[in-house]
């Protein structure tokens, strides 16, 4: 598919644009509560990935190296197991590191799969544990059950897109259905780790 004003996907990357409202939204509720800085840390490594996304959406996979999304994606779930499970951060960091080091040693596909290992490792900790720390709390059990239906649609659209993505409206159905779904699960993520780091912190003082 021809570029369009020189863009290499014009409609993905004119979509992520508003897409950061996400990481930017969230950023000023957590200066707002003064979040802990695993969570900060956390939610740098969020809009990092929404960066990386639209910058390789404009010029190409693979411009951003070590920093692409495959990559960025892990990192920050690394970063948000790392401060629900209140790791030490110099350790959440160097593990958070794996997927750029293995980038320069190893081939794409190696990369991929030492990426889709960690992930597959530490999703289901972050899930388990943002919906057990979230149960007593209203708001947070409903930001909860957001998050945990979007996985679904998230899925079956990434699922659906080999089928669409060579038609001519292929790029638009990526741009609409995946990034929209992608705005549902992080904006949700991201409400809900404050929730959860704004209760704590409210149980913490109460009990001081």
Not at 122 to 146: E, K, N, Q, T
């Amino acid at each position: 598919r021809p570029p369009i004003f020189g863009l290499y996907n014009f409609w993905c990357t004119l979509s992520g644009l508003p897409m950061f409202l996400v990481p930017i939204i969230a950023w000023r509720a957590a200066l707002a509560q003064r979040a802990p800085p695993p969570v900060m840390l956390w939610m740098i490594a969020m809009a990092a990935m929404f960066i990386v996304g639209t910058v390789e959406h404009a010029v190409g996979p693979g411009w951003c190296g070590p920093f692409g999304v495959v990559q960025m994606v892990t990192v920050q779930n690394v970063l948000q197991a790392g401060s629900l499970a209140s790791s030490p951060m110099p350790l959440t960091v160097l593990v958070a590191g794996i997927p750029g080091m293995v980038f320069f040693f190893c081939q794409p596909a190696t990369v991929k799969l030492v990426c889709q290992v960690m992930d597959g490792l530490v999703s289901p900790y972050v899930i388990c544990a943002m919906g057990w720390r979230s149960r007593s709390d209203a708001y947070g059990r409903c930001l909860f059950a957001v998050m945990c239906a979007s996985f679904p649609i998230l899925f079956s659209s990434v699922a659906s897109e080999p089928n669409i993505c060579d038609r001519p409206y292929g790029a638009i159905f990526h741009a609409t259905a995946t990034h929209g779904s992608l705005v549902l699960l992080f904006g949700s993520v991201s409400l809900l780790r404050l929730q959860i780091a704004q209760s704590e912190s409210k149980s913490h003082g109460k009990m001081a």
